[in-house]
């Protein structure tokens, strides 16, 4: 029978946190090992991850509908997810990825939530596109934007009436905890008066004053 000690959440989670500086094979170990340490192992080995990572929690997704035991465990996994890298640049979407956006995209529009509640840190890398996914993955907590988008902007790709970085713009859910916003786009994005007024207005709501640009204005 475990001491009685392992059922104090706190000190589970002290165990597990000093395991990163062993390395990540031991926490998955500690994982793997005992229940009680589960939870606590996995939540921190998901803090970071790549989008590209959660597509292989639905194995069979080329070949059928996730059942609802993967997508209880998809929405657990991502909500663990503090700082996420999203790639989708020519040649790096798979079909796979691309059913992946569908379904995150679709818990959106159902829910009127990001399936990423905990997301302090999102990097976007693709093409105009793209965006349209975007509104999907900014959480209420969001700190740290940043967002490379690559060829020429095409207004028609967007929903509504959005130019891109309008479009960027308005999907920020809560702009007073936005601290790092950093856009890189091509010359030709020529931002709008209303996108600097809505630059000006962000680094006002901002407290620490640490809003920053990438070379657009």
């Known amino acids: ?14 165990i597990v946190w000093h395991t990163r500086d062993i390395s990540e094979t031991t926490t998955v170990s500690l994982a793997c090992c005992c229940k009680s340490f589960e939870e606590p192992a996995l939540s921190l080995l998901w803090v970071s991850k790549p989008l590209n990572d959660l597509a292989a929690l639905f194995p069979s997704i080329l070949t059928r509908a996730p059942t609802e035991e993967e997508g209880n465990r998809f929405r657990q996994y991502a909500s663990w997810i503090r ?9 790096y979407v798979t079909q796979e990825l691309t059913l992946l956006l569908d379904l995150i995209a679709s818990h959106y529009t159902k829910r009127a939530t990001t399936v990423f509640p905990n997301l302090c840190k999102l990097t976007w890398h693709g093409e105009p596109s793209s965006l349209t996914y975007f509104p999907s993955f900014v959480s209420p907590i969001l ?10 902007w095409e207004t028609r790709h967007l929903p509504g009436e959005y130019a891109p970085l309008e479009f960027v713009m308005n999907s920020i859910i809560s702009p007073s905890t936005l601290r790092s916003l950093c856009l890189d786009v091509p010359p030709e994005a020529n931002p709008s ?3 600097k007024q ?15 640009l990438g070379a657009i204005l």
């Open 1 to 14: 029978m475990p001491h009685k000690i392992f059922e104090i959440d706190e000190v589970l989670r002290v």
């Open 83 to 91: 700082v996420l890298s999203v790639d989708l640049a020519p040649g």
């Open 143 to 152: 700190t740290d934007l940043r967002a490379h988008i690559t060829t020429r």
């Open 193 to 195: 008066p209303e996108f």
């Open 198 to 212: 809505g630059v000006a207005d962000l680094t006002s709501a901002n407290r620490s004053g640490s809003v920053a």
